[in-house]
């Protein structure tokens, strides 16, 4: 996001860069699964892994030509203590969660994971209150648009995340159909992505980027509020028990993302830009690992989607009280 806040200065290109951003975003996880799919019908699911390689190696091959040149702010310190805190923390908390399917709450190995993250993180939130040039300042995550915006980045990336779980392993262990044909059920996702991520920037400039983040939230928790309703039957056609679902909170996951983007990075001074972007990206992060284990480990399979879909539904009432307060 320093990138391009250096390649789009003026602030209304900024704006339709960052919705942008936020729509491509959504869509790169969605087309890792899909071609996940293609790959471990045609090949091994050993070689997923060899497509971050491809990837980042045509990021540093083209990095050299299209990125610009930029002098170094060489008086700040990287706060390496802070990030290693940080890292170690949520890395010991989400591994506490996750194993939660295989051993009970009240055993050594959840209990002491969870606690050695908490402890970690307070120790992390304690020595940037203190540093001098802190990764994260606190300060940073008090304004409440930001706040709102990062929280409806994290459900949106856990419900979308959340749905590609649950539904492929019902799809090919209850329905029994094959990892073809499982990607192929996403096909409609990935289309209603790109055509909701297309419209988002033309109507954040039309209506804001608070309005159309509240009707994404919206359209996104009555998506997985449909899903949790009729998915998990086996005996739904997927025309109109999977399918509408699945539009509906594609749509709304494209929207909210591009306009939480905007409003997380809106007003960040251009010595911070670099700081909105690792903060939004942790909490896109921390939506598919965090709020997802927590939600399966609460519930089953349609409690988590129906949870997830009220959380989204309670966040576009937050957004949508906070573009129209009461007087």
């Known amino acids: 996001m320093a990138v391009l806040r250096v390649v789009h200065p ?14 491509l975003s959504v869509l790169g996880a969605t087309s890792g699964n899909l071609l996940s799919g293609v790959i471990v019908a045609w090949f091994s699911w050993r070689w997923t892994f060899a497509v971050p390689l491809v990837v980042a190696a045509t990021a540093l091959a083209l990095a050299s030509r299209w990125l610009p ?5 060489r008086n700040r310190a990287l706060d390496l ?7 170690a923390g949520i890395t010991l908390a989400s591994y506490g969660l996750v194993v939660t399917d295989v051993r009970p709450w009240s055993s050594a190995g959840v209990l002491l994971p969870l606690l ?17 040039d802190p990764l994260l300042p ?28 649950v539904l492929s392993l019902h799809l090919q262990q209850t329905r029994d159909w094959s990892a073809l044909r499982t990607s192929a059920a996403f096909v409609p996702f990935a289309l ?10 033309p109507l954040i400039d039309r209506y804001g980027a608070r309005a159309v983040t509240t009707a994404g939230l919206g359209t996104g928790g009555a998506g997985l509020a449909l899903l949790a309703a009729t998915a998990l039957h086996a005996h739904i056609p997927y025309a109109y028990g999977l399918l509408p679902g699945l539009v509906l909170l594609a749509a709304g996951t494209a929207a909210s993302f591009g306009g939480a983007a905007v409003l997380a990075t ?26 997802f284990a927590l939600l399966l480990t609460l519930g089953g ?21 906070a573009t129209y307060p009461t007087p």
Do not use: K
């Open 10 to 23: 003026a602030p209304a290109a900024y704006g339709r860069a960052m919705a942008t951003w936020g729509g």
């Open 69 to 73: 040149h930029t002098t170094p702010d």
């Open 81 to 87: 203590t802070g990030a290693l805190l940080a890292t």
């Open 116 to 132: 050695g993250g908490a402890v970690l993180i307070a120790a992390f939130l304690y020595t940037e209150h203190r540093a001098p």
């Open 138 to 165: 606190i300060r940073f995550l008090f304004d409440r648009r930001r706040a709102l915006a990062l929280t409806a980045i994290a459900l949106s990336a856990c419900g979308t995340a959340m749905t590609f779980v």
């Open 192 to 201: 209603a992505l790109i055509a909701s991520g297309r419209t988002a920037g």
């Open 266 to 291: 809106e007003g960040v001074p251009p010595r911070q830009t670099g700081l909105a972007g690792g903060v939004l990206n942790s909490a896109m992060e921390l939506g598919p690992t965090v709020l």
């Open 301 to 321: 399979d349609a409690f988590s989607l129906a949870a997830t879909g009220c959380a989204l539904a309670l966040a576009a009432l937050l957004h949508h009280r």
